[in-house]
């Protein structure tokens, strides 16, 4: 399809058992000017075969297979890449959208000439989903409805102190929420695939703080949760990174990256104090493995090393602190 306004990106990996009603649903959209760019990044199972057989349906798929793996956010990044549209619409291997979607989140940018347009979602919870991750998204998951139930444009001073109340928490929503022209990540950048649970946020945030977006509360996505899926996955097997070295790098972002000045500048406080937090707790497990988290990121964040001199340096001088109080002690009881 030549010059498609918006391009639905549904990155695959072993998705195989609800990817057939994803792709449908991307098909039956009731916007025409779209295409639908499928990445596979290796999977084992019959994703493939379930790909290329739409594929061969359709002429507003493309079809791709990664030569390596590239991880989750890294086939969210090669998706980007491939994309033709003007508009990027993600759509996860789980999910289904409505058929209205594309229709609606294209007019809303439209109207209000915003280049990020968010909408809200349903989730769908399988049995196999754990009591966990069933309550979480049950009774405790954020939603920006709850702050803005009208919907509306949000400016970027309201998204810079929505994100000072819930620093690490995602209040805005998956990919599968956002309608995002392409040209923002020329500006802003892709998608942090340093991160594994909180790479959505962090994108969103990014953004948001910068240039106004515009919410709509309509439930256009429907966002399956189960025993498999991702957040599952995050939730059990990375415990630690997420909760460590993630919220870690967040806050590290916020306070020192060009693109959350604005988020700094008008919440010093809330920022410096999530910071502090998120270091005291990366060093809480050990100084060991707070470094085999972050040593693959020196290259990438070379601020980080200073962390660790700064760390090195007051654990030193505590334990001078402590030797002089333990000398002091031993010479009082002395005489």
Not at 49 to 61: G, H, L, M, T, Y
Not at 108 to 130: G, T
Not at 161 to 175: D, H, M, Q, T
Not at 319 to 332: G, I, T
Request: hydrophobic share 35%; aromatic share 14%.
């Amino acid at each position: 399809m030549k010059n498609p306004a918006i391009s639905i990106c549904i990155p695959v990996y072993n998705g195989a058992k609800y990817l057939a009603e994803s792709i449908h649903s991307a098909l039956s959209q009731s916007y025409p000017h779209f295409e639908v760019i499928i990445i596979d990044d290796g999977s084992i199972d019959d994703s493939w075969k379930i790909i290329q057989d739409f594929a061969k349906k359709s002429e507003k798929i493309r079809a791709f297979q990664n030569k390596r793996n590239l991880g989750l956010v890294g086939n969210w990044n090669a998706c980007i890449a491939k994309a033709e549209g003007t508009w990027i619409k993600f759509l996860f291997q789980d999910d289904t959208m409505v058929s209205s979607c594309l229709h609606d989140m294209i007019s809303c940018a439209v109207e209000s000439k915003k280049e990020f347009i968010l909408c809200e979602r349903e989730f769908l919870i399988e049995q196999n989903a754990s009591e966990t991750i069933r309550e979480y998204y049950q009774r405790k998951v954020k939603r920006l409805e709850y702050v803005y139930p009208n919907g509306g444009i949000i400016s970027s001073s309201q998204i810079c102190a929505e994100v000072s109340r819930y620093l690490n928490v995602n209040f805005i929503g998956e990919p599968c929420s956002f309608l995002f022209k392409k040209s923002l990540t020329q500006q802003y950048g892709l998608f942090n695939d340093q991160l594994d649970q909180l790479c959505d946020f962090e994108f969103a945030v990014r953004i948001g703080v910068n240039q106004d977006i515009y919410y709509t509360t309509k439930r256009l996505i429907y966002f399956r949760v189960h025993g498999n899926s991702t957040s599952e996955s995050n939730h059990t097997k990375k415990k630690l990174k997420i909760q460590l070295l993630d919220n870690f790098l967040l806050a590290y972002s916020y306070r020192h990256y060009r693109h959350f000045k604005n988020l700094m500048e008008l919440h010093p406080e809330a920022i410096r104090s999530f910071y502090q937090k998120r270091e005291a707790l990366l060093f809480s497990n050990g100084y060991k493995i707070a470094l085999e988290l972050t040593l693959p990121l020196f290259r990438n964040y070379p601020k980080i090393s200073f962390v660790f001199i700064q760390y090195l340096i007051k654990r030193k001088f505590l334990h001078v602190l402590k030797w002089c109080r333990d000398v002091f002690k031993y010479n009082e009881s002395k005489g």
